[in-house]
């Protein structure tokens, strides 16, 4: 396994999105083809409802693991200048359809949500809420950070249809959380944990990272033990995406010698996947685990897992609006991103023009690949038909199969392959050899994290 992991440690993508944004043709873009697919989609799928992201970028310090976009601020006052223009932009979006939007997901992320007062986060849901109307089988979910979550924020959200949260933890190793900037006593994770559980959220997650800077295998083994002592329902246990010349200098403060070796993260992997199994967690897809009562497992369970910007979901909607600085959204046909800087944004939305600065139009190509990278990140084995033979190139997707298969990592039949058990740990670099705009041109600098 060693020499698997040496081999296949190279920069790749996550795929919450295929085309990835460096290869989305952005020249060809224009916010009226995006419109015009917003429009598609609410068409062909009147009834199924949508999903929204919101961005609330605002962080009291910076987390010096974190890729996310964000803006560090101890002024409060930006709260409800922010909100309105986040209420403003998703008004020009209902303006586009022509009935309510029924809503049926909804994520908060950030940045630091739990920054913003339970007050005016109610004022947020509340305000979308009135230009649209909740599915029955809503799923409204929060990031919530376990140093500056109340009791009083888990409650309001609560009280307007919120019953998934994730919590933040990382790890509980004290060198490491000073390294990360991100001193967090255990105390502080349990306390919101079990406040949210009395409140009545139903599922409650957890994130941890092997990876960091000066971490090692005893340490993540004590925090997987102190997280499985107040059993989340759900865990993400994220590798660490190194990448300080694409996130500014908040990753520059250690020295790649301070990170693990690729040999002692792959360690760090191991062992966590096994204890978690151990603990009752069910192995869901790349990152994330689950009890077999929670619904990402049962999801995987029924075929119906999915992935998009926000990781992996239990269920999948035709378009997912992003709101706010840097969101992303997604009309199955394409994407559009949000521009980045705060008052650019204000500004834009006050003008009435939806904030978005760049994007892509997916073509048949496009289309038959997402659909295949998706099937194996969420399903582990993908089949394509003799049609699509003729609109994607798969006699390179063989070529690139080759070698996986020689390795033991895939199962490949004439129209189908299968991800092996050996190879689930490797399911990026498996995906990848669907990507042919990846292979037609590499790129000349590094721009995605290691896979491994």
């Given at each position: 396994m060693c020499e698997l992991v040496q081999k296949y440690n190279v920069p790749g993508p996550r795929y919450t999105s295929y085309p990835t944004v460096p290869y989305w043709e952005d020249d060809s873009f224009s916010g009226k083809q995006w419109q015009s697919s917003i429009l598609r989609a609410t068409e062909e799928h009147?009834?199924?409802?949508?999903?929204?992201?919101?961005?609330?970028?605002?962080?009291?310090?910076?987390?010096?693991?974190?890729?996310?976009?964000?803006?560090?601020?101890?002024?409060?006052?930006?709260?409800?200048?922010?909100?309105?223009?986040?209420?403003?932009?998703?008004g020009l979006y209902v303006n586009l359809m022509d009935s309510k939007p029924v809503i049926k997901e909804l994520h908060l992320g950030g940045g630091t949500p739990t920054f913003f007062s339970p007050e005016h986060l109610k004022m947020l849901i509340e305000g979308i809420l009135q230009?649209?109307?909740?599915?029955?089988?809503?799923?409204?979910?929060?990031?919530?950070?376990?140093n500056n979550t109340t009791k009083a924020h888990l409650q309001a959200l609560y009280e307007v249809g919120f019953r998934r949260v994730c919590f933040g933890v990382q790890d509980y190793n004290?060198?490491?959380?000073?390294?990360?900037?991100?001193?967090?006593?255990?105390?502080?994770?349990?306390?919101?944990?079990?406040?949210?559980?009395?409140?009545?959220?139903?599922?409650?997650?957890?994130?941890?990272?092997?990876?960091?800077?000066?971490?090692?295998?005893?340490?993540?083994?004590?925090?997987?033990?102190?997280?499985?002592?107040?059993?989340?329902?759900?865990?993400?246990?994220?590798?660490?995406?190194?990448?300080?010349?694409?996130?500014?200098?908040?990753?520059?403060?250690?020295?790649?010698?301070?990170?693990?070796?690729?040999?002692?993260?792959?360690?760090?992997?191991?062992?966590?996947?096994r204890m978690l199994t151990e603990f009752g967690y069910k192995d869901v897809g790349m990152d994330h685990f689950a009890l077999p009562t929670d619904d990402l497992y049962l999801a995987l369970v029924n075929g119906t897992l999915?992935?998009?910007?926000?990781?992996?979901?239990?269920?999948?909607?035709?378009?997912?609006?992003?709101?706010?600085v840097s969101s992303i959204s997604d009309s199955w046909?394409?994407?559009?991103?949000?521009?980045?800087?705060?008052?650019?944004?204000?500004?834009?939305?006050?003008?009435?023009?939806?904030?978005?600065?760049?994007?892509?139009?997916?073509?048949?190509?496009?289309?038959?690949?997402?659909?295949?990278?998706?099937?194996?990140?969420?399903?582990?084995?993908?089949?394509?038909?003799?049609?699509?033979?003729?609109v994607a190139d798969f006699q390179k997707i063989h070529e690139n199969l080759s070698e996986l298969e020689s390795d033991g990592l895939v199962d490949i039949m004439e129209n189908s392959i299968t991800v092996t058990e050996k190879g689930r740990p490797f399911v990026r670099n498996i995906s990848m050899a669907f990507d042919l705009k990846l292979h037609r041109k590499k790129p000349d600098t590094r721009i995605f994290s290691m896979t491994v």
């Open positions: 009147p009834g199924e409802g949508i999903s929204l992201y919101v961005h609330l970028p605002f962080c009291e310090s910076m987390c010096t693991f974190c890729g996310c976009h964000k803006r560090i601020t101890k002024r409060h006052e930006v709260e409800v200048p922010y909100i309105k223009a986040v209420l403003k932009e998703w230009l649209g109307k909740k599915a029955d089988d809503i799923e409204f979910s929060f990031e919530g950070h376990p004290l060198t490491v959380q000073r390294a990360i900037n991100r001193i967090q006593p255990f105390e502080n994770v349990k306390n919101v944990t079990e406040w949210a559980r009395q409140i009545g959220y139903t599922s409650v997650g957890h994130d941890i990272i092997y990876g960091l800077p000066f971490q090692n295998c005893d340490d993540v083994e004590q925090t997987i033990m102190k997280t499985n002592a107040l059993k989340p329902d759900r865990i993400a246990f994220y590798s660490y995406a190194h990448v300080p010349w694409l996130k500014g200098n908040g990753q520059r403060g250690y020295d790649e010698a301070d990170l693990p070796s690729t040999v002692e993260k792959k360690a760090q992997y191991e062992m966590g996947k999915h992935r998009n910007f926000m990781g992996y979901t239990a269920s999948k909607t035709q378009l997912m609006i992003g709101l706010g046909y394409g994407f559009a991103q949000n521009v980045k800087n705060v008052e650019e944004y204000e500004d834009l939305v006050t003008h009435g023009v939806i904030p978005i600065f760049r994007g892509h139009i997916l073509s048949s190509e496009d289309e038959v690949l997402r659909r295949h990278i998706l099937n194996i990140m969420c399903q582990f084995k993908t089949t394509w038909t003799n049609e699509e033979e003729q």
